[in-house]
């Protein structure tokens, strides 16, 4: 998310998509459980001002699942900048795998082209199992990649998180798209531990994912009792912390019905 007012602000703003999701869990079961339909609010704060608010949905299709998520300016930033960030992740699941095939992510009022859109095209392979070429635009730049294992972007991981946070699977590594390539990311489950939200505490499962080649690190909470969804996110860098996302909103759609959790004692007006 690049909303931009000192060079501070916006650097930590432009990380606020990768941290909301960055924490990667592999997909390789061969039965998978989709998650349950939601819409989930979040906040991002530094030194406990929110600069932004983000609205991610999730939805089952035909073939597999569809993500959206739309990042707003707040606060006072709204004042200086009205950016619109609007992104679209879908999927497929194929032989116990969920596929990325599609991503789209549009960024407007800004001075800038910072619109990115790949298809990717996947094809049973005999001798690796799995090949793909990940076809689009980065940037006004053209993006050919052969890929040879499912790969993600910073809004489809949510969904391999969701499903496997808490397997407890060991650190593994794994490729996500950043800045109009595929780079390499390190995840490790730490365990249990407790988060507060609204007063009351929630038991989480307590993830961090690290850059293999920047001191960088995520740290980010998921509460089963919200289907794993994450519920605070801490960025960190070279041992300081410089923004936290908080979940101040959610709702499931359980077969048809809404269950909707607040988490904040002011909840936003997201319309």
Do not use: C
């Not at 999730?58 to 609007?86: C, F, Y």
């Not at 390190?186 to 293999?212: C, P």
């Amino acid at each position: 998310m690049e909303i931009r007012t000192t060079h501070h602000t916006r650097n930590t703003i432009s990380a606020f998509l990768f941290t909301l999701v960055a924490m990667l869990i592999p997909a390789t079961s061969s039965s998978i459980e989709p998650p349950k339909e939601f819409s989930a609010n979040y906040a991002l704060e530094i030194f406990g001002t929110v600069l932004a608010r983000a609205r991610y949905t999730l939805e089952h299709t035909e073939n597999g699942l569809s993500m959206t998520q739309s990042t707003r300016p707040a606060g006072l930033v709204a004042l200086l900048r009205n950016d619109k960030i609007d992104v679209r992740s879908d999927m497929v699941i194929s032989n116990g795998q969920i596929l990325l095939v599609n991503y789209d992510y549009k960024h407007t009022g800004d001075d800038k082209d910072r619109d990115v859109s790949f298809k990717i095209n996947w094809q049973p392979d005999q001798k690796q199992g799995l090949s793909g070429k990940a076809s689009g635009i980065y940037e006004g730049q053209k993006v050919d990649i052969d890929l040879d294992k499912p790969v993600w972007d910073p809004l489809s991981i949510q969904v391999p998180i969701m499903i496997h946070t808490d397997k407890h699977l060991p650190t593994h590594e794994h490729g996500l798209f950043m800045k109009g390539e595929f780079k390499h990311y390190l995840f490790e489950n730490l365990g249990s531990e407790k988060v507060k939200a609204n007063g009351k505490q929630y038991n989480a499962i307590k993830i961090v994912g690290r850059e293999t080649k920047r001191d960088r690190a995520m740290y980010v909470w998921l509460v089963p009792e919200f289907h794993n969804l994450p519920v605070k996110i801490e960025q960190w860098k070279e041992g300081e912390l410089k923004s936290t996302v908080l979940l101040e909103t959610v709702t499931f759609d359980n077969n048809g019905k809404n269950r909707t959790i607040n988490l904040t004692d002011n909840p936003s007006d997201y319309e």
